[in-house]
Each structure stands twice: as C-alpha cells, then as structure tokens.
C-alpha cells in the first residue's frame, strides 16, 4: 500500500569532515528528490556548522530537512584534536552512542523508514536490526581501500601481512583480487603496515569492513568509470553497490538541471574558510598555481612543513598552502604561527591560508596542480576539476589512494614515504613545467569522464535514481 507521506531517511555519519561531506551530499540529493531527511550530527560538530556556516538557512528551502544531535560518546569538554575519534569506538563510548541511537529511533516521528550510516558505524546495524528498519552502509574512503581492508585476513593468512620487513614494502600484493599489477605492499592503507595483526585499529577497521556487506545496501562515492573493474570484485562479495560519485559533482549537476547555475552551494566545513585566497588567484594566471592542502585529519612535524615549503618556494610554480591551526606538532612546543609568520613574507610566491573553500579554489583557472594528502574526497574533488595531483599520503586510505592517482589513472606523482624539499621541487616542476600538457590532458580526460558520469544517463546519475527508487520500495 503507498504511504501518504514522503519516505523519511535518517543519516548518521562519522563526525570528522572528510566522512560528514559526502553524507551532506547524498542527503542533500534526497532531499532534492523530495525525501524528508534527518541528519544526524554530533553535539560538537553541530555547533561548529552552526557557526561557520549558513547550514540552517541553506536546508530551509528543503521541507522536511531536519538537524538533530546525537552524543559522540565522549565527554563534552574532550578537546577533539588529532584522531579523537577513533576514542569513539572504545566500548563505552560506542555503547553511549547506540543507545542514544536506539531511543531517537524509537521515538521519533514520523518513523525512520531507512537508515543510511557511515559504514564505520557497525552498531547503528544491530539497531536497525532490532527494530527491523532498512540500512544502508555508507563507505567514504576509495573502493581501493575497502577491497584491500576486506581482504586483510587474507593477507595474514596468505603470510604477506603483517609486512616482515622494509625489504618487502616494494613487493606486489597478491591475494587481493584486481589488485595485482598496481599494488605493492607498500601501497596498502597505512594500518597494514603494523607489525602486529592483532593491533586495535587494523581489528577495528576489519570487523567494521566485514559488518557492513550484511547492510541492504553499500554506497560508495565513485563512478563505475573511475573504478569499475573494483567495483565488479567488490560485487562478488556485497551485490548491491550504489556507485554515485564524485558526488560533489553529481550533486552540482541535479542542483544545475533543478534550479540553474544560480544555486548558492552549501560548503560543509568545520573552520572558517579564507575566501581571501580566491581575490590572490583571481590576480595569477591560468595553470600557474599549486594549491597544496591535507585535509582535516593530517597533521606533520615542523621538520615536514619546512620541507614542503621549500620544496614549493623552489620550485618554478607559485602556490597556495593550507596550513590547519594545530596541524604542526613541534617538539619544541612551538607550534605553526612562527612559521606561517615567517613564510607569509614571500606573498608573491606563496600565499598561506588556515582553511580553504576547497572545491572554489581546485575549480579556480588559476590552479594547475594540487599538492595533496590524497584523502578521497579530496582526491575526487580533484579529479571532478581536471587539476594533475602531487600525493604525499598521511595515513588510511591516503596510501592506496595515491597509488590509483599515479600508476591507475596515471595523472600525478605519488611521494609516498619521502619528505624532501629536491623531491617535491622535481615533481611540482614535472607536472606544473616540464610534463604540464601530458598531466594536464591526462587530467581533463578523467574529469571527462566523471562528467559523463554525473550527467542525465550517466552510470553515477542513473545508480543515483535507482538508490531513489529502491529507499522507496525499502519503505513501503
Ligand atoms: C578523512 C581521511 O583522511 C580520508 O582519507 C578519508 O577518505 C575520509 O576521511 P580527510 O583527511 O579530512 O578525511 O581528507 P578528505 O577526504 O580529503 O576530506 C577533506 C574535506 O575537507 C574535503 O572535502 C575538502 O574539500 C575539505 N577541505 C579541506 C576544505 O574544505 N578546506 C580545506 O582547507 C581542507
């Protein structure tokens, strides 16, 4: 029987950016297609967009758009830095979180027809389960990274993991299906890099992997046209994969055929963004600029950012650097001020900013080249604007993702595992210079691509519509 009210789809992600920006996404686009929507943020985080940006008056023109809050399991004057939220899934506070979950889908109204939640959240699946509501997991890191999580207990028990040695770090994975040619062990997500298979993390990461194919549903924020031969092994394991991405350009393409080019697109972001970047780059010509960013998470030694300075200010390009407050741990206890003090006095090079609107500045002509910590939405943002990427992964996915950057689409360089000023020179020069026109053209193809995707009959588009029809028939 067809219900007289829109299906009503609760979303719960990770609260740390990288997973709350491609969930937004997707619960915009639902909400574009007429669904009522709760978001789920955590206290904390809700307050930062609250405060950075114009999130409610933004989803007021969505009726039935609705914020709620949910603990993240830790005390509220936690000080949420550095990796803070892997404390999350410590057992009490897990156990906070699910039952504060359990009693919101008790109670609310109308009732959940569908959850769709970060795929890192294994408990929100027991929950569904004893209240019988529909679930779909979420992954927001690469295809790449799941495949390979999946398959850790493989590795260990192949022998290739844990890795005995740096003398093996260079050596071609086998056990992983479809990812024979192209990975090396050094180019599994960083976790598999530790010595003990037993290691909290790496059983973490695992658990959750193999928790999630038991969801109704696995989205993942690809294109069949950027990893399909991934997705076809991922298939054989969790049939039913939503491939819809990137979805920051799935999303411009509905909102586009909806409402124009006019639309004042929502940046989800947990700082205040430097708009001022964008009047420096106005002034700049096409392709000349690096922008170099590491997203929410990395954070680096003083050691490091010096290098990577150096490396810049030598090099042939001028650059845009984003240096997060608190990002730089010095072991002196001085943190990053001196230095941004000090590198802000070359502003002819070089121009430093604390947060960028990202996606403005990787979209603006001006930029040529994105020196990146490969976090996924990073890496796709940069794909979806056709900029060639210099990858210097931190941790997680970062390290696989690099590798698909440089040898599977082969439009950047990949500097894992080296910090060195001659290095970065050399390969911001190769793809800002010397090999410009072969990354750029390799760049625009791909960007090509994912245009195809995103656009009326594109394999993102239309995977995009069948999740529609299928959280509809989920809730009848
Ligand atoms: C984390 C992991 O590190 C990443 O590998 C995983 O895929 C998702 O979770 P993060 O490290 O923050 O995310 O990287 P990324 O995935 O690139 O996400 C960062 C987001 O913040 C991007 O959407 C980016 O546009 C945005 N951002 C970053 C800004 O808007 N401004 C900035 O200055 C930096």
């Given at each position: 029987?067809e219900k007289?009210r829109?299906?009503?789809v609760l979303?719960?992600p990770v609260?740390?950016?990288?997973?709350?920006n491609?969930?937004?996404k997707?619960?915009?686009l639902?909400?574009?297609s007429?669904?009522?929507?709760?978001f789920?943020?955590s206290?904390?985080n809700?307050?930062?967009?609250?405060?950075?940006?114009?999130?409610?008056?933004?989803?007021?023109?969505?009726?039935g758009?609705e914020?709620d809050?949910?603990t993240?399991?830790l005390?509220?004057?936690?000080?949420?830095?550095?990796?803070?939220?892997?404390?999350?899934?410590?057992?009490a506070p897990?156990m906070?979180?699910?039952?504060s979950l359990r009693?919101?889908?008790?109670?609310?109204?109308?009732p959940?027809?569908c959850?769709i939640?970060?795929a890192?959240l294994g408990f929100?699946?027991?929950?569904?389960?004893?209240?019988?509501?529909?679930?779909?997991c979420?992954?927001?890191?690469?295809?790449?990274?799941?495949w390979?999580s999946?398959?850790?207990?493989?590795?260990?028990?192949?022998?290739?993991?844990?890795?005995?040695g740096?003398?093996?770090m260079?050596?071609?994975?086998?056990t992983?299906?479809?990812?024979?040619?192209?990975?090396?062990c050094?180019?599994?997500?960083?976790?598999?890099?530790?010595?003990d298979?037993?290691?909290?993390?790496?059983?973490?990461?695992?658990?959750q992997?193999?928790k999630?194919v038991?969801?109704?549903?696995?989205?993942?924020?690809?294109?069949e046209?950027?990893?399909?031969?991934i997705?076809?092994q991922?298939?054989?394991?969790?049939?039913n994969?939503?491939a819809?991405?990137?979805?920051?350009?799935?999303?411009?393409?509905r909102?586009n055929?909806?409402?124009?080019?006019?639309y004042d697109?929502?940046?989800?972001?947990?700082w205040?963004e430097d708009k001022?970047?964008?009047s420096w780059?106005?002034k700049?010509?096409?392709?000349?600029v690096?922008y170099?960013c590491f997203g929410s998470?990395?954070s680096m030694?003083?050691?490091?950012?010096?290098e990577?300075?150096?490396?810049?200010v030598?090099?042939?390009?001028?650059?845009l650097?984003?240096?997060?407050?608190?990002s730089?741990?010095?072991?002196?206890?001085?943190g990053?001020d001196?230095?941004?003090?000090?590198?802000?006095k070359?502003?002819d090079?070089g121009y430093?900013?604390?947060?960028?609107?990202?996606?403005?500045?990787?979209?603006h002509p001006?930029?040529?080249?994105?020196?990146?910590?490969?976090g996924?939405?990073?890496?796709?943002e940069?794909v979806a604007a056709?900029v060639?990427?210099?990858?210097?992964?931190?941790?997680?996915?970062?390290?696989?993702?690099s590798?698909v950057?440089?040898?599977v689409w082969?439009?950047g360089?990949d500097m894992?595992?080296?910090c060195d000023?001659k290095?970065?020179?050399?390969?911001?020069?190769?793809?800002?210079?010397?090999?410009?026109e072969?990354f750029?053209?390799?760049?625009?193809?791909?960007?090509?691509?994912?245009?195809?995707?995103?656009?009326?009959?594109?394999?993102?588009y239309?995977?995009?519509?069948?999740?529609?029809?299928?959280?509809?028939?989920?809730?009848?």
């Amino acid at each position: 029987m067809e219900k007289d009210r829109s299906s009503h789809v609760l979303f719960f992600p990770v609260p740390s950016q990288g997973h709350m920006n491609p969930m937004i996404k997707l619960a915009e686009l639902l909400a574009l297609s007429g669904f009522r929507i709760t978001f789920l943020n955590s206290h904390h985080n809700h307050e930062r967009l609250l405060k950075f940006t114009n999130m409610a008056a933004h989803f007021e023109r969505y009726p039935g758009f609705e914020f709620d809050t949910i603990t993240d399991g830790l005390p509220r004057d936690h000080p949420r830095t550095g990796h803070w939220f892997l404390e999350m899934y410590e057992e009490a506070p897990e156990m906070k979180t699910k039952h504060s979950l359990r009693d919101m889908l008790v109670n609310i109204s109308p009732p959940v027809d569908c959850l769709i939640v970060d795929a890192f959240l294994g408990f929100a699946l027991d929950v569904a389960g004893e209240l019988g509501i529909p679930i779909i997991c979420f992954r927001t890191s690469s295809p790449c990274c799941f495949w390979t999580s999946y398959y850790i207990p493989d590795m260990i028990q192949a022998g290739e993991l844990p890795i005995n040695g740096s003398e093996y770090m260079d050596r071609l994975i086998t056990t992983v299906p479809g990812m024979e040619t192209h990975f090396r062990c050094r180019d599994l997500p960083s976790y598999c890099r530790a010595p003990d298979m037993e290691d909290a993390f790496v059983k973490l990461v695992v658990k959750q992997t193999r928790k999630c194919v038991q969801a109704n549903a696995l989205i993942l924020n690809t294109a069949e046209e950027l990893d399909g031969p991934i997705l076809s092994q991922i298939r054989t394991r969790c049939p039913n994969v939503y491939a819809i991405g990137p979805i920051n350009a799935l999303l411009k393409s509905r909102v586009n055929a909806k409402h124009g080019q006019s639309y004042d697109h929502f940046s989800n972001t947990l700082w205040q963004e430097d708009k001022s970047c964008i009047s420096w780059l106005d002034k700049q010509p096409d392709r000349s600029v690096t922008y170099a960013c590491f997203g929410s998470i990395t954070s680096m030694s003083r050691e490091q950012l010096i290098e990577l300075w150096y490396g810049l200010v030598n090099s042939k390009s001028k650059f845009l650097l984003v240096v997060r407050p608190n990002s730089v741990i010095g072991e002196d206890g001085e943190g990053e001020d001196d230095l941004k003090a000090h590198f802000n006095k070359n502003k002819d090079q070089g121009y430093i900013i604390d947060w960028a609107p990202q996606e403005a500045v990787l979209n603006h002509p001006a930029i040529g080249g994105f020196l990146t910590h490969s976090g996924w939405n990073s890496t796709l943002e940069g794909v979806a604007a056709g900029v060639p990427m210099i990858c210097w992964p931190y941790f997680a996915d970062q390290q696989v993702n690099s590798r698909v950057v440089s040898e599977v689409w082969k439009i950047g360089l990949d500097m894992k595992d080296v910090c060195d000023r001659k290095i970065l020179e050399k390969m911001v020069n190769d793809v800002m210079v010397d090999r410009k026109e072969e990354f750029a053209k390799a760049a625009a193809e791909m960007a090509k691509l994912t245009y195809q995707s995103v656009s009326v009959g594109g394999s993102s588009y239309c995977n995009l519509d069948r999740l529609i029809e299928d959280i509809k028939e989920m809730s009848l």
